[in-house]
């Protein structure tokens, strides 16, 4: 079982930069990939990035790419979201989830808040 905790959100304001952290806990963290959500008030929950179990391969979605970097240290057992040019639309709960086939964990979620 992995236990997930994000870190790392704030008010911020537009144009500003965060990153995001999400320690986790267990001896098999390098085997999962690992992903950032977000969920906004009324809105669906979106997936922001994924990044592969060895971190060689990543994705985005379109509204991030070029803004946001998602990055791990399976030393560390953390994943991470940089976040640059930050726009009040990014505003929302970010969580992490690490997945394998069949399984799925997800953290508390942390908030971002972009605004002046």
């Known amino acids: 079982q992995v236990q997930l905790v994000e870190s790392g959100g704030g008010l911020v304001q537009p144009g500003g930069s965060l990153r995001l952290s999400c320690a986790a806990s267990?001896?098999?963290?390098?085997?999962?990939?690992m992903s950032w959500y977000r969920q906004a008030p009324g809105k669906e929950r979106e997936l922001v990035a994924g990044i592969s179990s060895s971190g060689g391969t990543t994705n985005y979605a379109d509204s991030v790419k070029g803004r946001f970097t998602i990055s791990r240290d399976n030393a560390k057992k953390t994943v991470y979201l940089q976040m640059n040019s930050l726009k009040p639309e990014d505003s929302a709960i970010y969580y992490c989830?690490?997945?394998?086939?069949?399984?799925?964990?997800r953290g508390q979620g942390t908030q971002v808040t972009v605004s002046s």
């Open positions: 989830k690490a997945q394998l086939p069949g399984i799925s964990y």
């Open positions: 267990g001896s098999t963290f390098s085997r999962y990939a």
